[in-house]
């Protein structure tokens, strides 16, 4: 079984977050590394966001760019990242994708999207 840490190697991930009924939703991601974790950077009004609030139980699975899983998935607590966490993986994603993280941020920009209004999510091994 993959550990969190192993799959924030890869270039993307599945994250799946759940719905307050239960029923689950995956989301493909770009991944980070956060220590023996995950982080996945996004937008603060996001659904996977406004789930993660609900309910911090999430998986995370190797995947590719359309989200086809490739291996099992890892159960994960997630919780929102504050503002020195949210700085500190930005820089993380502009060094692990290079030129696609750049075009990333720039995206988040020209959707209009202020820096605060981007959040990281911190994904840790369950307790």
Same mark, same amino acid.
């Given at each position: 079984?993959?550990?969190?840490?192993?799959?924030?190697?890869?270039?993307?991930?599945?994250?799946?977050?759940?719905?307050?009924?239960?029923?689950?939703?995956?989301?493909?991601?770009?991944?980070?590394?956060?220590?023996?974790?995950?982080?996945?950077?996004?937008?603060?009004?996001?659904?996977?966001?406004?789930?993660?609030?609900?309910?911090?139980?999430?998986? &995370?699975?190797?995947?590719?760019?359309?989200?086809?899983? #490739?291996?099992?998935?890892?159960?994960? *607590?997630? /919780? =929102?990242?504050?503002?020195?966490?949210?700085?500190?993986?930005?820089?993380?994603?502009?060094?692990?994708?290079? &030129?696609?993280?750049?075009?990333?941020?720039?995206?988040? #920009?020209?959707?209009?999207?202020?820096? *605060?209004? /981007? =959040?990281?999510?911190?994904?840790?091994?369950?307790?």
């Amino acid at each position: 079984m993959p550990t969190l840490e192993q799959i924030s190697s890869e270039k993307y991930a599945s994250l799946t977050t759940f719905r307050k009924d239960g029923s689950p939703v995956a989301t493909p991601v770009w991944v980070l590394p956060a220590g023996d974790g995950a982080a996945v950077w996004t937008v603060s009004d996001s659904w996977k966001v406004k789930r993660v609030r609900n309910n911090p139980r999430v998986t &995370l699975a190797a995947c590719d760019v359309r989200g086809n899983v #490739r291996g099992e998935a890892v159960e994960g *607590r997630a /919780r =929102i990242g504050d503002d020195a966490e949210r700085d500190h993986f930005a820089e993380v994603l502009a060094r692990k994708y290079r &030129l696609l993280g750049v075009f990333g941020t720039l995206r988040y #920009r020209l959707m209009g999207k202020r820096r *605060r209004e /981007r =959040i990281t999510v911190i994904i840790v091994n369950p307790a």
